[in-house]
């Protein structure tokens, strides 16, 4: 598997995954190229643990492709905790019609997201340092985006106080969890209705690597009614007693 051609794991990843229609010579050259820059700078700085293709196309790639169906034409959308840019970076590739916003609380991090969008020529990504729940106190960012996304960043009764605050009346929250997606979501509901939201649906689903495969769940939360202005708390309250 090691010398298969990038474009042949590739497109056979996303035919198991029910993505062959992303398998374009310009997608996917466009994956190849995202793969070796992700790689060169993950010698000099921490951007994934994963380094093989049979585990950066199914885990990195298909795991972000899968949420693209969910997000609406033309939405405006923030990634919360988007480290080393998943799910900024594939989503920004297959969908121009978004307007994505990679924010993280680390630095470093954001900068290569941001070199990256460069390089791959994605003028649909800008780039923000800072903590969620610090921006959602900034005016012009509270309730500002249609859709917020989040992956591998909190438990959900942690991450919703991150996220639904920046999220507008009438726009959503997509968690993207794992298997124990229905776990965290029992004992976040109470916090939600409190954020203003309601759940909207629950996606399970699974991606499929070359020889086994991994349970997900997306978690679809509509944004009902304004976040009160006492959320979000500072995050050690929110990590001490959630909501
Ligand atoms: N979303 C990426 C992924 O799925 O590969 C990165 C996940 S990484 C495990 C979690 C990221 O969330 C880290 O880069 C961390 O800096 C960021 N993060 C954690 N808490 C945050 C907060 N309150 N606001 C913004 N970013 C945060």
Redesign the pocket.
């Known amino acids: 598997m090691e010398n298969t051609p990038f474009s042949t794991l590739f497109a056979e990843i996303c035919d198991k995954n029910d993505l062959l229609h992303y398998v374009t010579p310009e997608l996917t050259a466009q994956f190849e190229r995202l793969t070796e820059l992700m790689l060169e700078t993950n010698r000099v700085m921490n951007v994934t643990a994963l380094t093989t293709l049979d585990k950066i196309i199914p885990l990195h790639y298909a795991d972000c492709l899968k949420i693209a169906i969910s997000i609406p034409e033309g939405a405006t959308v923030a990634d ?5 840019g ?1 799910p900024t970076l594939p989503l920004a590739i297959v969908r121009p019609d978004l307007t994505i916003v990679g ?4 630095d470093k ?1 954001v900068r290569y997201v941001q070199r990256t969008a460069d390089a791959l020529k994605l003028p649909n990504v800008s780039t923000l340092a ?4 610090e921006l959602a106190q900034d005016a012009s960012y509270r309730e500002s985006f249609d859709i917020v996304i989040s ?4 438990r959900l009764n942690v991450l919703d106080e ?1 996220c639904m605050p920046l999220v507008k009346v009438g726009g959503q929250f997509i968690a993207m969890k794992g298997a124990a997606g229905q776990v965290e979501l029992d004992e976040a509901t109470h916090g939600i209705g409190r954020l203003g939201g309601e759940i909207l649906a629950v996606k399970r689903y699974e991606i499929h690597l070359s020889d086994t495969s991994e349970d997900r769940t997306l978690i679809v939360t509509a944004k009902t009614t304004p976040t009160p202005r006492e959320f979000p708390r500072p ?1 050690g309250n929110i990590k001490k007693k959630p909501l």
């Open positions: 919360i905790g988007c480290g080393g998943f924010i993280d609380s680390t991090k800072a903590r969620a729940e992956r591998a960043v909190a991150l995050f």
